[in-house]
T-cell receptor, first 113, second 112 residues
């Protein structure tokens, strides 16, 4: 069965600095990887996905993620953090076949002015 | 226009009651989902429907029954509510099960 791990409960970064939110996964086949963001009292919003192709994926709001097959990782990055990026970030993975999307436990990002 | 909408936004009820949450999407998507987010923000899939057919039913008590009258709607009915059912329930939709999902705003259910 597929699984995903977000090793950090909380990431703090100063505004203007680069940010990284970590994600590792486990699947039996080829992974379908996603990042979502959740602001307080809102539903999740899609940021970006990796299905196939270039390992560096660019998404919404200046975010990008790098797929690393050997390390089974899909870390979320942004070159310059904004205070408005402060939110809860979820990594998710699904396997091929009739399998559900499995979410990580979430990482709370706090960008300090 | 709201892409995925849910009603009600808040639901407060007594143990043992029966309640329903409605979900509608206007994106023309084929696949719809129900998720439960607990107080620790852990998100878990409950059900997935594709073209009105149930395709995923994760170990959810049979007190929970999804109903899809058409491709644009997926409602969730809960019988005999328990304290542990208190959570935020999210509806979502996607073009297919391999595409990104669009989430509704959530329904906060509180069982007293």
């Amino acid at each position: 069965a597929q699984s995903v791990a977000q090793p950090e409960d909380q990431v703090n970064v100063a505004e203007g600095n680069p940010l990284t939110v970590k994600c590792t996964y486990s699947v039996s086949g080829n992974p379908y990887l996603f990042w979502y963001v959740q602001y307080p009292n809102r539903g999740l919003q899609f940021l970006l996905k990796y299905i196939t192709g270039d390992n560096l994926v660019k998404g919404s709001y200046g975010f990008e993620a790098e797929f690393n097959k050997s390390q089974t990782s899909f870390h979320l990055k942004k070159p310059s953090a904004l205070v408005s990026d402060s939110a809860l970030y979820f990594c998710a993975v699904r396997d091929t076949g009739n399998t559900p999307l499995v979410f990580g436990k979430g990482t709370r990002l706090s960008v300090i002015a | 226009d709201t892409a995925v909408s849910q009603t009600p936004k808040y639901l407060v009820t007594q143990m043992g009651n029966d309640k329903s949450i409605k979900c509608e999407q206007n994106l023309g998507h084929d696949t719809m989902y129900w998720y439960k987010q607990d107080s620790k923000k852990f998100l878990k899939i409950m059900f997935s429907y594709n073209n009105k057919e149930l395709i995923i039913n994760e170990t959810v008590p049979n007190r929970f029954s999804p109903k899809s009258p058409d491709k644009a709607h997926l409602n969730l009915h809960i019988n005999s509510l328990e304290l542990g059912d208190s959570a935020v329930y999210f509806c979502a939709s996607s073009r297919s099960s391999y595409n990104e999902q669009f989430f509704g705003p959530g329904t906060r259910l509180t069982v007293l």
